[in-house]
């Protein structure tokens, strides 16, 4: 079963907006890991937070954790057309494995 | 460096062929793994290797075996293909274990289809 959910399932925008998409998980983590994925290719990570970390930026990314609530959260700021993919978390439990959810995608249109 | 290489990138299959679907790195990471993607259900975990000699079941396990002789190759096979298996896998690395994490690195993909 999957460990995390992202929520919504597809998001619609116009360039120059900001795009958030959120991401829910089952169990204690010791970081939680997005990810992005062009139509037909491999996944690319984008950023890591881990369980001590509240909020972490890079570029355009802002990403924030709160394991309270056992949730995350993706902000994209300015979008581009380039921005177009699917967005995955994924939960990394320390058992070795990295549990994925079911990702977001996100249109961005001109 | 390459990365993660996979091939086949694309390989059509008859119900109850063989196959074996191979991944390599050149980073020298200790922990590759192998997912499936199908529509609508994200990647899902089939098996895993912590290094040369060491693997273990991910969450869908039945109908592959793998095996790690090196540290650079982590080949998937399917033993009796079937119309279930058609999705496309990725093969993925990272540098070691630990509790601090650390990103994966993802192969291409190889997109399957089993008549």
């Known amino acids: 079963s999957q460990q995390g959910e992202e929520d919504p399932q597809a998001l619609s925008i116009q360039e120059g907006e900001n795009a958030t998409m959120n991401c829910s998980y089952k169990?204690?983590?010791?970081?939680l890991q997005w990810y992005r994925q062009n139509s037909g290719r491999g996944l690319v990570h984008l950023i890591l937070?881990?369980?001590?970390?509240r909020e972490k930026h890079s570029g355009r990314l802002r990403v924030t954790l709160d394991t309270s609530k056992k949730s995350s959260s993706l902000l994209i700021t300015a979008s581009r057309a380039a921005d177009t993919a699917s967005y995955f978390c994924?939960?990394?439990?320390?058992?070795?494995?990295?549990?994925f959810g079911t990702g977001t995608r996100l249109l961005v249109s001109p | 460096n390459a990365g993660v290489t996979q091939t086949p990138k694309f390989q059509v299959l008859k119900t109850g062929q063989s196959m074996t679907l191979q991944c390599a790195q050149d980073m020298n990471h200790e922990y590759m793994s192998w997912y499936r993607q199908d529509p609508g259900m994200g990647l899902r975990l089939i098996h895993y290797?912590?290094?040369?000699?060491?693997?273990d079941q991910g969450e869908v396990p039945n109908g592959y075996n793998v095996s790690r002789s090196t540290t650079e190759d982590f080949p998937l096979r399917l033993l009796s293909a079937a119309p279930s298996q058609t999705s496309v896998y990725f093969c993925?690395?990272?540098?070691?274990?630990?509790?601090?994490?650390?990103?994966?690195?993802f192969g291409p993909g190889t997109r399957l289809t089993v008549t």
């Open positions: 993925a690395s990272r540098p070691h274990l630990g509790p601090i994490g650390y990103e994966q690195y």
């Open positions: 937070i881990r369980s001590n970390e």
């Open positions: 994924a939960t990394d439990t320390g058992f070795q494995k990295l549990v």
């Open positions: 169990t204690s983590i010791n970081n």
């Open positions: 290797s912590v290094g040369a000699g060491i693997t």
